[in-house]
């Protein structure tokens, strides 16, 4: 039976094995985050990072820690204010760093799914073209978000405490949550020039619909930046729609830059 033969049926399991699929990666790599640690071993004065098995130090607690030693303000404690926290945390870290280990594999197998009849060529340049730019786009949202905008605002947030002389403490769950929530924001809004690429290229979108629709991207940029930025002063939001922004822009000449090389 070719794919276009498939029933609804097929296509529904079809579906469903490629889902558990990526359910049991991203579990078993979660697994391995709160199980195993990565500790130096020496032999012959040359120090190696092996996985051994471990409760507390384990990769999950050790991403935490590294997070707050490079994120938290210095003027700002971070506490644990009921028990459980902490550990709580480390969950957090360990789902987001194995669906970011599988970001590979969730593209690789949504690629599977609707083209089920592509060539191996045409499944080489999918790796090339798509599954390994999505993960680069990802990965490059997360790192601008952990060297330039979650600092930023929260060095500008607690500042405030600091101005008035008053002792600021920060709960380990809120921190966790509060960069997270950046970490996976701006993972997938750095998807989106290469989907403005796709739209346009595939024929799906014209490439004068992003010009002609800007002031509608602009405004829905500002209202996302709006939502997901903790504070109402209507300051630190401009730190996250100013990148969107920027990415919208990069979208636009990508789009322009490839039709005129297809002419």
Same mark, same amino acid.
């Given at each position: ?11 529904? %399991? ?9 359910? !049991?990666?991203?579990?078993? +790599?979660? =697994? ?5 640690? *990565? ?10 990072? &092996? ?14 820690? @590294? ?9 700002? #404690? ?12 480390? +969950?957090? !870290?360990?789902? *987001? ?8 594999? =969730? ?15 045409? %499944? ?5 073209? =798509? ?14 978000? &952990?060297?330039?905008? /979650? ?14 002389? !008053? ?15 950046? @970490? ?22 014209? #490439? %004068? ?8 991207? *602009? ?15 209507? /300051? ?5 729609? =100013? ?12 789009? %322009? !830059? ?6």
């Amino acid at each position: 039976m070719t794919p276009g033969d498939m029933l609804f049926i097929d296509h529904l %399991k079809e579906l469903r094995n490629r889902f558990l699929r990526i359910i !049991v990666i991203t579990i078993a +790599i979660m =697994i391995v985050c709160t199980v195993f640690g *990565l500790h130096p071993v020496t032999i012959n004065n040359y120090s190696f990072y &092996f996985f051994v098995p471990t409760v507390y130090n384990n990769i999950a607690s050790q991403v935490t820690l @590294f997070l707050s030693e490079n994120l938290v303000p210095s003027q700002v #404690d971070l506490i644990q204010t009921a028990p459980g926290q902490a550990l709580f945390a480390q +969950i957090y !870290v360990a789902i *987001l760093i194995s669906i970011s280990c599988a970001i590979p594999i =969730i593209v690789r197998e949504v690629l599977a799914f609707i083209s089920p009849a592509i060539s191996i060529t045409s %499944k080489r340049k999918a790796v090339t073209n =798509i599954i390994l730019p999505t993960a680069a786009l990802f990965f490059a949202g997360i790192l601008f978000s &952990f060297y330039f905008t /979650i600092p930023i605002i929260l060095t500008f947030l607690y500042q405030y405490g600091q101005s008035i002389g !008053v002792i600021t403490f920060l709960n380990i769950s809120d921190f966790v949550t509060f960069v997270l929530q950046f @970490f996976i924001a701006f993972g997938i809004s750095f998807q989106l020039p290469l989907i403005m690429f796709f739209l346009s290229f595939g024929g799906i979108i014209g #490439d %004068k619909f992003w010009i002609r629709n800007f002031k509608f991207a *602009l405004l829905i940029i500002i209202v996302f930046g709006a939502i997901i930025t903790p504070d109402g002063s209507g /300051i630190t939001m401009w730190f996250i729609s =100013i990148p969107m922004l920027v990415l919208y822009l990069i979208g636009i000449i990508l789009v %322009k !830059v490839r039709i005129k090389s297809s002419q």
